[in-house]
């Protein structure tokens, strides 16, 4: 089954780390880019950082610059999330996600087509 | 950093109505818009992208479309299952962002 499984989430306090996995089965892994997205009810749906599929590109959403590091291991179909310096906004369910396109009137079209079922991270003393 | 709102927060309709959906964008994005919806203890899932391509089995009734600010997700019929939250979410230039979300209800 065409899967993304995420694990590693738990309960931390301010300023300790965190490395999130996302395990992907029954795709070429290494023919996509991929996401982080997290989610939280207060500030809904956030995209975190991008992956180039060979790990060349890496982009971030700029409240998590230097603190967190997306990599990807190819030869293991697994997408990973090193997370230092947490902070209490940091507490979210934190999605793995395949990005996909499409290329439309010369233009190229990305969109999250596979997402994991997350995994709960929380920032508390 | 591209703000998407999107309007209204909460849609209450019946099964068999339609449903429009608005999404406004703080610069001009062209059509690098897509649409996602979410159910309850679900994740989310691909409707729209491209402001008006519809993903691989979604059904017809899912329609979006806009350019540049404003876009416009429409469900021209609501099937029970169609009652969840919709985000709308732009790839024009990074950060990605995503609307806070429009949740349809009965």
């Known amino acids: 089954e065409v899967q993304l499984v995420e694990s590693g989430g738990g309960l931390v306090q301010p300023g300790e780390s965190l490395r999130l996995s996302c395990a992907a089965s029954?795709?070429?892994?290494?023919?996509?880019?991929m996401s982080w997205v997290r989610q939280t009810p207060g500030k809904g749906l956030e995209w975190v950082a991008n992956v180039k599929q060979d790990g060349s590109e890496k982009y971030y959403v700029d409240s998590v610059k230097g603190r967190f590091t997306i990599s990807r291991d190819n030869a293991k179909n697994s997408l990973y999330l090193q997370m230092n310096s947490l902070r209490a906004e940091d507490t979210a369910v934190y999605y793995c996600?395949?990005?996909?396109?499409?290329?439309?009137?010369?233009?190229?079209?990305?969109?999250?087509?596979?997402w994991g079922r997350g995994t709960l991270v929380t920032v508390s003393s | 950093e591209v703000v998407l709102t999107q309007s209204p927060g909460t849609l209450s309709l019946s099964p068999g109505e339609r449903a429009t959906l608005s999404c406004r964008a703080s610069h001009n994005i062209g059509s690098f818009l897509a649409w996602y919806q979410q159910k309850p203890g679900q994740v989310p899932r691909l409707l729209i992208y491209?402001?008006?391509s519809r993903a691989t089995g979604i059904p017809d009734r899912f329609s979006g479309s806009g350019s540049g600010t404003d876009f416009t997700l429409t469900i021209s019929r609501l099937e029970p299952e169609d009652f969840a939250v919709y985000y709308c979410q732009q790839y024009s230039g990074s950060p990605w962002t995503f609307g806070q979300g429009t949740k349809v209800e009965i």
């Open positions: 996600a395949r990005v996909d396109g499409a290329s439309l009137g010369g233009l190229s079209h990305w969109y999250f087509d596979l």
């Open positions: 029954d795709f070429t892994f290494s023919n996509y880019w």
């Open positions: 491209a402001a008006s």
